[in-house]
């Protein structure tokens, strides 16, 4: 099997699993599999048999919510 690449460059993945897509918006991955269930945030796609979240995807979901509310608290939107 060939060895995946792995390089030292900085940058974040584009596609997320599941608890990475939850540690990257501060929340535990029940939570965030919760919302996801709810409609509250973007279900995955699936390339090539990888279940990932598009992390562009996850930030405009984000940036929604809070223009969303005026005092922006995002909790209150995402039902916390």
Partial sequence: MPE????????????LR???AAAYLGMGERTFLRLVAEGKLPKPKRLG???????YRLDASIDDAIDDVADNTVDRLLGE
């Fill in 4 to 15: 995946k690449l792995q390089d030292h460059l900085a940058y974040p993945p584009r596609l």
């Fill in 18 to 20: 599941a608890d990475r």
């Fill in 49 to 55: 048999g990888v279940v990932a979240w598009d992390r």
